[in-house]
């Protein structure tokens, strides 16, 4: 099937059967998964015009969704945190797309400095998750996974007590921080820290159109120490409104710029969005099932591939 605004030809289940793939995994993290589609859409689909950007960000309005619904229904949507993370965000993603189209046509440089930074973050929660030692008590995240399994084998009213307290309780939200509860253990979130950091991660993300989640949420699991469980959902949710505001500027743009491919490939993105709209939505259905270690060794990955894949293109 050919594609026009790509300018590339590829069997229609292509793209859906990659996209489910990937987010199935990434989704677990609060990741969507785009920052993996890009390099395979540019490498191996040979989609290589600037459409290539808003189309991987049309992705993630399709398939977020998904995800974003079965963490609200599980009750591990942390909506303090998916507001703040959004307010930060938001502008920066439009700060960043101005910074990218005025100052950095050519953002190498800018893209060695990301790489350093998503490598330092990526070797800081590969050391945590290679010398943690075993505790004598099992972790928040160990008892909420095994509860995962226990939940998954009972049924009626054990069954239902085991989801109620495996939901996130707000306890406190204020202007500075947010105070949650999460399986009988209490985190405290500096919402003013996390808004600036949110700030930083949407003008990253506007400059070079990856989602914001695979910054967003390991920074708030191996900095601010909060369970992968809880920030998943928001995670995504701050890469869905990010998303949304790109592809808006680059169809905005475009027919300012009639020399360049810059709107999104609608069929393409769309394709693509199928495949990860079910992915999301099955990898947020088993994210309490699987282990927490599993799911930042994902995370890792991520951020050292992204890392690598930055670094690389400044050096060659």
Not at 159 to 164: D, F, M, Y
Not at 291 to 298: L, N
Request: one cysteine or more.
């Amino acid at each position: 099937m050919y594609f026009p605004v790509a300018d590339i030809d590829v069997n229609p289940l292509v793209p859906p059967l990659v996209a489910f793939a990937i987010s199935l995994f990434t989704s677990m993290g609060g990741v969507s998964g785009a920052f993996l589609l890009l390099p395979f859409q540019v490498s191996v689909l040979g989609f290589t015009s600037p459409a290539v950007s808003s189309t991987n960000q049309l992705f993630n309005i399709v398939a977020i969704p998904s995800g974003v619904y079965r963490y609200i229904k599980e009750g591990r949507m942390l909506w303090p945190l998916t507001w703040v993370v959004i307010i930060g965000t938001l502008p920066g993603v439009l700060v960043g797309a101005i910074v990218r189209i005025k100052y950095l046509p050519d953002p190498k440089n800018f893209k060695l400095f990301a790489g350093l930074v998503l490598l330092y973050m990526g070797g800081r929660l590969l050391k945590d998750l290679l010398c943690k030692k075993k505790a004598d008590t099992p972790t928040t995240e160990e008892r909420f996974q095994q509860q995962g399994k226990k939940q998954n084998q009972t049924t009626g009213s054990e069954a239902a007590s085991c989801e109620h307290s495996s939901r996130v309780t707000v306890r406190q939200w204020t202007p500075t921080r947010i105070v949650y509860e999460f399986y009988g253990e209490t985190f405290t979130v500096n919402a003013v820290g996390l808004m600036a950091l949110s700030l930083i991660v949407g003008m990253v993300g506007g400059v070079y159109g990856i989602g914001g989640g695979a910054i967003i949420a390991p920074f708030l699991v191996s900095f601010f120490g909060l369970p992968i469980y809880t920030v998943a959902g928001a995670s995504l949710m701050g890469t869905f409104v990010t998303s949304v505001a790109g592809v808006a500027f680059y169809q905005i743009l475009a027919p300012h710029y009639p020399g360049m491919i810059i709107a999104p490939d609608w069929l393409l993105g769309f394709l693509f969005g199928i495949g990860g709209f079910a992915g999301m939505y099955c990898g947020a259905r088993l994210q309490r099932f699987v282990p927490a270690k599993f799911i930042k060794w994902i995370l890792v990955v991520c951020l050292l591939v992204t890392a690598g894949k930055y670094i690389w293109s400044f050096l060659f």
